[in-house]
């Protein structure tokens, strides 16, 4: 019978049409995380302009004194891919997003040698990782997914 | 079986109601575009009617009579026994079943493709687990504008606990320590702000 073969393809053809940008953007659609190293010190000094944003996040909840911008990297991500940058500390931030929606990232993070875990990060709110002892003050790394 | 008498058959399934689904959608769009069908199927339903019409008029209950009527009837060719045009063969119940699985199969594809994914569909609130190798830490995850983990690894660290004369509550514990971890109080630990942690 032709006809209800013909049907069949075209119901196979509009499935594979709805079906197939769902996958792209879940499989091949990658995620820019921002990753920003800051060091934080209780000795006198200035706030690095360029950390104005998160200077304002920091200072109603951490007290320091100075804030430097050590590094600023951007990396594009597919879900499961890898992450990683070093730190001046010689040891690495590695993160993975295991899950993205239009809410935010879900990423598991590896500060090596001082914490592990797993996140949610909702665009545009940026998760703060700091205490690691770095020179005089403390290293402070910021994982941000854009908006 | 040749094909005429295929659709004969369909017809006369289609006529008793005894097709469902993708099947009798099929027979009825034949239907509409084949005339001979029409006809076909215009002389089955007058040949219902005029039977329920003598069946009104004699009442029940008298197979003498029936029998010399059913001798007077139009006669109709019958390719297989009456018992195979109410039942449908095996392969046109298989193709039915087969009809009716892509139907299914096709229903599931597009709610997987129509409905949004859910994703992660773990709790609200940005920390699923934490573990700071021993080290105690602390987790505001409950501000409007950032996630904060601070982990005090340090010995200023230290002294900024000491300082504040408070011990974190949750998250400090023995190494390895994991699962969420309950958010406290910056105030509690680093006192007010603008202050060195150190």
Redesign the interface.
């Known amino acids: 019978?032709p006809?209800?073969r013909t049907a069949?393809l075209l119901?196979l053809g509009t499935?594979a049409a709805?079906?197939a940008p769902?996958q792209a953007e879940?499989a091949g659609g990658a995620i820019r995380f921002t990753v920003t190293v800051l060091e934080?010190?209780?000795n006198p000094g200035k706030v690095d302009p360029r950390a104005a944003r998160l200077h304002a996040?920091?200072?109603?909840?951490?007290?320091?004194?100075s804030l430097k911008v050590l590094a600023v990297t951007r990396v594009s991500l597919k879900v499961d891919d890898i992450g990683q940058v070093r730190l001046p500390t010689g040891k690495s931030f590695r993160f993975r997003p295991?899950?993205?929606?239009p809410s935010g990232v879900?990423v598991a993070v590896d500060?090596q040698?001082?914490?592990?875990?797993?996140?949610?990060?909702?665009r545009g709110?940026?998760?703060?990782?700091?205490?690691?002892?770095y020179k005089e003050?403390?290293l402070v790394v910021v994982l941000e997914a854009p908006a | 079986m040749r094909r005429e008498d295929r659709r004969l058959l369909d017809l006369q399934a289609y006529h008793d109601g005894e097709l469902s689904g993708?099947r009798r959608f099929?027979v009825a769009?034949r239907i509409a575009r084949d005339p001979a069908a029409r006809r076909e199927l215009l002389a089955l339903r007058a040949l219902g009617r005029e039977l329920r019409s003598f069946d009104a008029r004699l009442g029940e209950g008298d197979p003498a009579l029936w029998s010399a009527l059913r001798d007077q009837l139009p006669t109709q060719r019958r390719p297989a026994a009456e018992g195979s045009a109410r039942r449908p063969r095996f392969g046109m119940r298989a193709a039915g079943w087969l009809g009716a699985g892509?139907a299914a199969a096709?229903a599931v594809?597009?709610a997987?493709?129509?409905l949004p994914?859910p994703?992660?569909l773990?709790p609200?609130?940005?920390?699923?687990?934490?573990?700071?190798?021993g080290?105690p830490?602390v987790v505001?995850q409950d501000?409007?504008?950032?996630?904060?983990?601070?982990?005090?690894?340090?010995?200023?660290?230290a002294g900024?606990l000491e300082k504040s004369k408070q011990r974190p509550e949750g998250p400090a514990g023995p190494a390895g320590t994991t699962g969420p971890v309950r958010p406290i109080s910056?105030a509690d630990l680093?006192?007010r702000?603008?202050?060195?942690?150190?």
Do not use: C, H
């Open positions: 019978m006809l209800p069949l119901l499935l709805l079906w769902r879940a934080v010190s209780g996040l920091l200072k109603a909840k951490i007290r320091y004194e295991i899950d993205a929606g879900l500060m040698g001082t914490a592990q875990g797993d996140f949610r990060i909702p709110k940026p998760l703060i990782l700091g205490g690691p002892s003050g403390q | 993708l099929f769009r892509l096709a594809a597009v997987l493709a129509v994914n994703g992660d773990s609200p609130g940005s920390l699923r687990w934490l573990r700071s190798d080290y830490a505001l501000d409007r504008e950032a996630t904060i983990i601070w982990v005090l690894e340090g010995s200023d660290n900024a910056p680093f006192g702000a603008g202050g060195a942690l150190a």
